[in-house]
């Protein structure tokens, strides 16, 4: 399959009005029953509206409602081509590169990516992970020390399945109290899962899990099929796409970071479907 390149998006997306068309087309399709009077037909573009309207009884319908380019005043273009830089890339785009690409003020862009990153999260969505797949789980610490010399890392758990998808949750603590519950939130009762022989990890087996472990401290990485090479591969690309991009990011907003990370690293085997997924998902209406 031919590289979706920025020469084929521009080509694709010329301006506003193609992107809107795409828009109208992918949430309500070319011809469609008006929601109002109930007719069938192809609904026709305003030109000084951002909608359409039924041939018949003149109802309007706008594509960008319930979306997050809704109540924007950026050009519809931009968010498209902020997209596409998000699902083009494998560490992520920080504001200041979208100020940049985009021409917007620093704050439009920081906005633009937030609300990305939150939508990107909400497609990725959280199916149940284990079954007949090991489960790994693990907890990473991601953040630094502030002005003062604080440590104010926050505690990160991952889950994921072989060869399939992963969670990663920021949470309080890494005691069991917080981390069992989780894990079992996200995980299909008695699945098998893999962890380091940290304490907060033990309750797994009370609790119905077939649980086994590599003591990471004697620099034991394998035994047998239990490792957790998995989402150790995953916590390297989460922390060089915030430290080579991002360089920190607050607790505040690290989730909406980490459902990014999820969303690309769900999709690693598709990539070239992450774009068109993202214009597809919106809900109608």
Same mark, same amino acid.
């Given at each position: 399959?031919?590289?979706?390149?920025?020469?084929?998006?521009?080509?694709?997306?010329?301006?506003?009005?193609?992107?809107?068309?795409?828009?109208?087309?992918?949430?309500?399709?070319?011809?469609?029953?008006?929601?109002?009077?109930?007719?069938?037909?192809?609904?026709?573009?305003?030109?000084?509206?951002?909608?359409?309207?039924?041939?018949?009884?003149?109802?309007?319908?706008?594509?960008?409602?319930?979306?997050?380019?809704?109540?924007?005043?950026?050009?519809?273009?931009?968010?498209?081509?902020?997209?596409?830089?998000?699902?083009?890339?494998?560490?992520?785009?920080?504001?200041?590169?979208?100020?940049?690409?985009?021409?917007?003020?620093?704050?439009?862009?920081?906005?633009?990516?937030?609300?990305?990153?939150?939508?990107?999260?909400?497609?990725?969505?959280?199916?149940?992970?284990?079954?007949?797949?090991?489960?790994?789980?693990?907890?990473?610490?991601?953040?630094?020390?502030?002005?003062?010399?604080?440590?104010? %890392?926050?505690? *990160?758990? &991952?889950? #994921?399945?072989? +060869?399939?998808?992963?969670?990663?949750? @920021? $949470?309080?603590?890494?005691?069991?109290?917080?981390?069992?519950?989780?894990?079992?939130?996200?995980?299909?009762?008695?699945?098998?899962?893999?962890?380091?022989?940290?304490?907060?990890?033990?309750?797994?087996?009370?609790?119905?899990?077939?649980?086994?472990?590599?003591?990471?401290?004697? %620099?034991?990485? *394998?035994? &047998?099929? #239990?490792?957790? +090479?998995?989402?150790?591969?995953?916590? @390297? $690309?989460?922390?060089?796409?915030?430290?080579?991009?991002?360089?920190?990011?607050?607790?505040?907003?690290?989730?909406?970071?980490?459902?990014?990370?999820?969303?690309?690293?769900?999709?690693?085997?598709?990539?070239?479907?992450?774009?068109?997924?993202?214009?597809?998902?919106?809900?109608?209406?």
């Amino acid at each position: 399959m031919a590289k979706f390149g920025i020469q084929q998006f521009f080509k694709r997306f010329p301006d506003d009005d193609a992107c809107l068309d795409h828009l109208m087309k992918v949430r309500y399709g070319e011809v469609l029953d008006c929601p109002k009077c109930g007719k069938r037909g192809k609904f026709s573009r305003l030109s000084k509206v951002l909608a359409y309207s039924c041939p018949s009884c003149g109802h309007h319908i706008h594509p960008m409602e319930g979306t997050i380019f809704e109540r924007s005043h950026t050009p519809l273009q931009k968010w498209f081509y902020a997209l596409f830089l998000f699902t083009t890339t494998r560490h992520g785009v920080s504001s200041r590169e979208l100020q940049r690409q985009l021409g917007v003020t620093l704050k439009t862009a920081w906005r633009i990516g937030h609300e990305i990153r939150k939508y990107m999260a909400e497609v990725d969505g959280d199916d149940l992970l284990g079954g007949k797949r090991v489960v790994e789980a693990d907890k990473a610490f991601i953040g630094g020390k502030d002005k003062r010399g604080k440590d104010d %890392k926050t505690v *990160v758990l &991952g889950i #994921v399945e072989r +060869n399939g998808d992963v969670v990663a949750r @920021a $949470i309080p603590s890494k005691e069991a109290r917080f981390v069992i519950p989780r894990i079992m939130a996200h995980v299909k009762p008695g699945s098998r899962i893999a962890t380091d022989e940290a304490m907060s990890f033990k309750p797994l087996i009370a609790e119905g899990f077939r649980h086994g472990t590599v003591a990471h401290r004697t %620099k034991e990485y *394998v035994r &047998g099929d #239990v490792h957790t +090479n998995n989402i150790e591969a995953f916590w @390297a $690309i989460l922390k060089r796409g915030i430290s080579g991009c991002h360089i920190w990011v607050s607790p505040q907003h690290l989730p909406k970071y980490l459902g990014e990370f999820e969303f690309r690293f769900n999709m690693r085997k598709q990539p070239h479907l992450m774009f068109d997924m993202l214009l597809a998902a919106f809900p109608r209406p």
